[in-house]
């Protein structure tokens, strides 16, 4: 690849309000496409590219290179495809300066707003003569085709929703990769409540029901996922069976696209070989540039879309056969050619071993017999268009009744007869264009993506074969080939196997599927228990008493769900790992209730040539499964610690306001470990049982009334966002293992803690006395930051929250409290060490619990301050209106700052302490339910709790008013010692 990005410096301030943050690329193969510096040569159709979080706009580099280079080498000689509208693509790359876009719902609005800014300027090139090298007797584009890369795909969603877009500039959206479902992380407000308007906006255009009332009507979208190769993005959320119908979108994974056949991660998706061609391909297919709109007709844009990116397995395949008119006309020699008997199998080992060529006739059984009966057919040969290759497959019946009719209308005339004008004839469908592509399986293949030619593989429903009596192979190999082709009709019967093994079972047992010598070609095993993200299994295949040598073909086995499309292909099957993409926690229901969690289903392609059984067994992978738990639910692990520090925090405020002893945070861990906590989990998990089993709406006639286009929708998208975000009962036991995990997560943090604290209070001991600490008459010394007068913290504060309301968001003056605070706690710990004061103790305790209630709260914040350190440093200082608001961070100030004069939070022995006990709780209750939904309102809730700690503060015992003024009272501790426990004037 030559890459050159040529930065349009005309998209600027005069278009868009962005200009000086973001920038337009249009890129050109050097060697390839025709352009130069005066006149970049737009003659294609437009097409951008938006790249994801913190990404780059090179990343569109392999796409546009390939789309260059196929179209230099292949399309622009084939006149047949330029005359039906194939051109050149356009590709231009939006440059969003690795914004953050994942951590910041204003981002993504602010990307939405320039791309469409973006997308009238690309346009508006095409009608100026000196920028653009259009057929004049063609239309000028209304229309650019959006491809994003992650977060990228969430802002191509977004652009049709803002104020700025212009109608029908898109309609055509691939995304990689793209979050869809739901916020890769809950953290920011205005990244949930983005989301949520996305996606109602999209829901509700396609509950209209009328077209003209859909805004959307003409849009495709297709969301490609990388599968469990992508840990950044789990690919559950990539589907859109909650937002989109099947006529306008659909969910598939790269395992299973044809000829790419493997998963692949976050960032290889952009570039990814075989990946980048089938794209390619694809877009090459659906554009015409005779249109206005770039591209085909919605319905067809959607049938090409179905044909390059899906196996052609699925039920709802588009087959081509039906459709098509008799293009060949089959004369068969009399008494030389095979016909197989009604139900016969037919298996060629090696082709070419015939003078000439030679036709194979299998009857197509009539109607009316054993209902579920389907063709199959599976060859190592490729399979060509009818008359170039040296295998056809024909779907042949007997000619009309007027005699010469079939031969004047059919182009192809396919003689085996030698002549004999009296030989049988048949008149013929080529099935070419339904041929399915499939992973060669020899012994020597080691997985589905090997270089190697895929097998050919043909599937029908007997419904499809009704006009035919006869499927006709034709071998037209002039010598001896090695190869084989297996044929045969089959019932469901015999070819499909349900199983009604419970979850449960299939954990405890597992599952042992023993399948006959004389089984079909193609087997259908079906797990409807097997529905769940979680878990991960094994399944074994043992031939017994089979050779590899003997078999025309290694084992295939075929895993797959409908919604969304994953199918994966494993080859030589011995042994593979199964996991999938179905049941996940916290995602919206299907827009269509009853249309999803069918399970999974093992479709196997074997050979019984040796006449042996084959034995199938699947069993549970605990190592595996806990693996794929850790990914679905790693943000659990910022809610559920939470739970335990509140609780701690509870508990350590009952003891201290019936005793006066503040415990230590180990202490209180302990005693509630001893107490609460195993009660609290267990309340949780009742609880997740209850929501597991229960409808949060009614969701009768959800189907009919989709299909119909009803104006709105029953169904509630966000009853999955509580607790463990599950439906099935199965898991209530994650809550306690989540909470054991959180448990230990807090004993970690909590010793991480207390030895940096001990640490750096063993340097301030160092280096006291050259750093200004004041030495009192017994050796003992007071800290430095406590030397600061009351009017001191309160100019400090005041500052701090005038920069949070004016220039800096709240989440930096909280990271600021979290220093602060750890200063303040390793003076802390000091002093109570030197003194061995109890009441200094207390101070120490209670200031490390909030540390670590402010630990745990801290990674909800450093998202939106990573986004707003990466604006400054791209010059971009426009504030972020929704996190400056200072009562979000002033309790958090004013409990810090007053924890740095060493006064320790009065004690309430009143009924007013139930309140205390009653916020903590509350704190805990709330990061469990809504926690990993809304993680972004814990810091809201902590902060509520904060408040009432400062008050406690302000009033003292018993909540008396005159004592609002005790801390603004309470001595300089630089003018103090605190020896033995007391404080007394120095001389």
Excluded at 545 to 558: M, N, Q, T, W, Y
Aim: proline share 5%; charged share 15%; glycine share 6%.
């Amino acid at each position: 690849m030559l890459p050159t990005y040529i930065k349009l410096g005309g998209f600027d301030t005069e278009h868009t309000r962005f200009a000086s943050k973001y920038n337009l690329y249009l890129y050109r193969e050097r060697g390839v496409d025709d352009y130069s510096e005066e006149d970049i040569g737009l003659k294609g159709v437009p097409v951008l590219f938006l790249p994801g979080n913190a990404g780059s706009y090179r990343q569109g580099r392999s796409l546009a290179s390939e789309a260059s280079l196929y179209f230099h080498n292949v399309l622009q000689h084939d006149q047949d495809r330029v005359k039906v509208g194939t051109r050149s693509l356009d590709f231009f790359m939006a440059d969003f300066n690795e914004d953050m876009a994942a951590f910041h719902g204003q981002t993504i609005l602010d990307q939405a707003e320039y791309i469409n800014d973006a997308l009238s300027y690309i346009l508006s090139l095409y009608h100026n003569p000196n920028r653009a090298r259009r057929d004049t007797d063609l239309p000028d584009p209304v229309s650019v085709i959006l491809i994003g890369h992650s977060m990228g795909g969430i802002v191509a969603r977004t652009v049709l929703t803002m104020a700025n877009y212009q109608a029908n500039s898109v309609n055509s959206i691939i995304t990689m990769s793209t979050p869809h479902a739901r916020p890769p992380v809950s953290f920011d407000s205005d990244l949930m409540s983005t989301y949520k308007q996305i996606n109602s906006y999209w829901r509700e255009a396609y509950s209209e029901r009328w077209a003209n009332n859909n805004p959307l009507w003409h849009v495709t979208l297709i969301s490609i996922a990388g599968g469990g190769g992508d840990t950044i993005v789990p690919s559950d959320y990539t589907s859109l069976s909650s937002l989109v119908p099947d006529t306008h979108g659909f969910t598939v994974f790269t395992s299973t696209i044809p000829n790419v056949w493997t998963g692949v991660d976050h960032l290889s998706i952009a570039w990814c070989d075989s990946f980048r061609k089938a794209v390619v391909r694809a877009l090459f297919d659906v554009i015409d540039v005779r249109r206005a709109t770039q591209t085909k007709q919605r319905a067809e844009r959607m049938s090409i879309f179905r044909k390059w990116f899906l196996t052609g397995i699925e039920p709802n395949a588009d087959k081509l056969l039906p459709s098509k008119e008799p293009t060949t006309l089959l004369t068969l020699e009399e008494n030389a050619n095979a016909m197989l008997k009604q139900g016969e199998r037919l298996v060629l080992r090696g082709l070419g071993h015939h003078e000439g060529p030679k036709a194979h006739l299998i009857p197509v059984p009539p109607r009316g017999g054993v209902p579920g009966k389907k063709f199959t057919l599976l060859t190592d040969q490729r399979v060509e268009p009818s008359g170039s290759g040296k295998l056809e497959i024909l779907f042949c019946s007997d000619p009309p009744s007027r005699a010469g009719q079939s031969a004047t209308l059919l182009s192809l005339n396919l003689d085996l007869s030698g002549g004999n004008a009296a030989s049988p004839r048949l008149v013929c469908k080529s099935s070419y264009e339904d041929v399915i592509n499939i992973p060669a399986s020899n012994k020597n293949s080691k997985a589905a993506f090997d270089d190697a030619q895929p097998f050919s593989y043909f599937q029908y429903s007997l419904e499809d074969l009704t006009e035919y009596q006869f499927v006709a192979i034709v071998d037209k190999h002039e010598k001896a080939t090695p190869g084989f082709l297996i044929a045969e009709f089959s019932d469901s019967s015999d070819s499909v196997i349900p199983t009604r093994v419970s979850l449960g079972r299939l954990l405890s047992a597992g599952l042992t599927i023993l399948l006959p010598a004389d089984r079909p070609m193609v087997t259908d095993i079906k797990v409807p228990a097997l529905r769940s993200s979680l878990l991960a299994y094994k399944l074994k295949l043992n031939r017994q008493g089979c050779k590899p040598d003997s078999e025309l073909f290694a084992p295939i086995v075929r895993q797959y769900i409908s919604d969304p499309y994953e199918s994966k292909f494993f080859v030589n099957v011995k042994a593979i790992d199964v996991n999938l993409h179905g049941v996940a926690p916290y995602m919206p229901p299907h827009i269509r209730e009853n249309a999803a969690g069918i399970g999974v289903s093992f479709e196997l392609w074997s050979d019984r040539s040796c006449s042996a059984p084959l034995q199938i067994s699947l069993q549970v992978d605990v190592l595996g499964s806990l693996g794929r738990l850790a990914m679905r639910y790693r943000t659990v692990f910022a809610a559920f610690p939470l739970v335990i520090v509140a609780m701690v925090l509870r508990k350590q405020f009952r003891v201290y306001d019936q005793t006066g002893v503040f415990i230590n945070f180990s202490e209180s861990l302990e005693l509630c470990i001893r107490s609460s906590l195993p009660l609290t989990f267990l309340g949780f998990s009742l609880l997740a049982t209850t929501l597991a089993t229960s409808k949060s709406v009614v969701t009768q006639g959800v189907q009919s009334s989709w299909q119909s286009n009803a104006t709105e929708t029953p169904i509630d998208y966000g009853k999955n966002d509580l607790l463990l975000g599950s439906q099935d009962t199965f898991f209530w036991f994650l809550v306690p293992l989540f909470g054991i995990i959180s448990v230990g997560a807090c004993v970690v943090v909590h010793y991480a803690a207390t030895t940096i604290i001990y640490l750096l209070g063993l340097l301030r001991s160092t280096v006291a006395a050259q750093q200004g600490y004041i030495k009192h008459e017994n050796g003992k010394t007071a800290p430095l930051l406590w030397s600061l007068s009351t009017r001191h913290r309160i100019v400090n504060a005041v500052i701090l929250l005038f920069l949070v309301a004016t220039v800096i968001p709240y989440q930096f003056a909280y990271v600021v409290a979290c220093i602060v605070q750890l200063i303040t706690c390793v003076q802390a710990s000091s002093h109570a060490r030197e003194t061995r004061s109890g009441n200094h103790a207390n101070l120490s305790n209670f200031a490390h619990s909030i540390l670590i209630l402010m630990l745990w709260i801290l990674p909800i914040n450093i998202p939106v301050l990573i986004v707003w350190g990466h604006n400054l440093a791209v010059h971009w200082f426009t504030p972020f209106s929704s996190h400056h608001n200072v009562l979000s961070i002033m309790p958090f100030i004013l409990l810090v700052e007053t924890l740095t004069t060493g006064a320790m939070i009065p004690r309430v022995t009143s009924n007013f302490k139930h309140i205390t006990s009653g916020l903590f709780f509350f704190l805990a209750v709330y990061a469990a339910i809504y926690g990993v939904t809304y993680a972004y309102l814990l810091h809201h809730i902590a902060n509520f709790v904060v408040t009432w700690l400062v008050v406690l503060y302000l009033f003292g015992n018993g909540l008396y008013i005159p004592s609002i003024d005790r801390i603004t009272r309470l001595p300089d501790f630089a003018d103090t010692d605190f020896s033995n426990g007391h404080i007394k004037k120095l001389p």
